[in-house]
């Protein structure tokens, strides 16, 4: 199935996946808090 132009062009946001939330735990102050953070 193909969109017509007027659906394209309706189109704003399209959602590729999911969203997932990611969680640690780390104790406060700890230095692997700065690194998570960054990636």
Do not use: Y
Request: proline content about 3%; overall charge negative.
């Amino acid at each position: 199935d193909t969109f017509n132009e007027d659906e394209i062009c309706d189109l704003q946001q399209i959602d590729m996946a999911g969203s997932i939330i990611v969680s640690m735990v780390t104790q406060k102050h700890s230095p692997f808090n700065e690194m998570i953070r960054w990636g």
